[in-house]
């Protein structure tokens, strides 16, 4: 048993709060999802009756019992949402995008140190099969010294749905806020900060409200990071691309984690995590060439971390140093695409 159960509340249970933190949340002994914010819908006490239910976010926050706060909204909410949580003397967990610029993410890191709060950002794609594989390929020195990593993030949505925030021209929108965080943030995990970042950010698609197009390029003394992603992309199977002294790797798929939880199947459902074989990477090397059975995927230890950040006094698994560095990537990636230069880190 946990030495002790944080209460927890969750603004907003759209996909995230409903199919990525409820499912880990509820199933770690440290947790109880105590209050969700939804203004008029109780779809939070259809995943379980127990849950309780605040209709404002200032509800939710003069709840002195609750501990910890996930922020699953609008992306522009993020930041004063965040801000009102510190103020309360709530720990949070942040949804990508983190923040809109990199001074914003400074604030809040500053607030939480202040305050001696936990913050930190839901980078749950460190935790992804395929990533879990690479790193494990570099870590076994498989490919040597990394010349070129190429990560992509596609998919194929020619026809703009109207009905989704995340296709209207709002503040903090379009496609590098959306899935920009994770490729990043994986990026920089790998080969840490770059010396210089390079972007080019469109709209590819008939009638988008958003960008919905970017290719971001990290430059680095001894490699180039390339991360990119489309809406545009009908066949979206390919995802990773290494060349490195020794050898290259190439993978296609997607972690099977979303899809399965968006199943109603909680990480409890045993195996977790473990990808198809036709989304197996292949190595290329003169001492191997063949297929990589991947790393089994799982979230679970990131909200084991913040827990353990909380409770125990642990370091973060996502740092603050590391969160602000993401947003700054992407503020560059902004300037360079719009000032077609390239930018210094």
Known sequence: MASRILNVGLIGFGLSGRYFHSPFLSTNPGFKIKTVVERSK?????????????????????DESIDLVFICTPNETHFPYAMDALENGKHVVIEKPFSATEEEARQLVALAEQKGLILTAYQNRRWDSDFLTIKKLIAEDKLGDIVEYECRYDRFRPVVPTESWKEKSVPVGGNLYNLGPHLIDQALVLFGEPLTVTAEIRSVRPNSEIDDYFDVRLGYADKLVIVKSSLMVYENFLRYNLHGTKGSFIKGGLDPQEETLRKNILPTEKPWGVEPENRWGKLYSEDFTGVVESEAGDYAPFYQNVYDAIVNGAGLAVKPAEIIRTTRVIDLAFQSSREKQVMTY
């Open 42 to 62: 109780n779809e939070a006490q259809e995943f379980d009756p127990n849950i309780g239910n605040a209709r404002s976010v200032e509800e939710l926050l003069s």
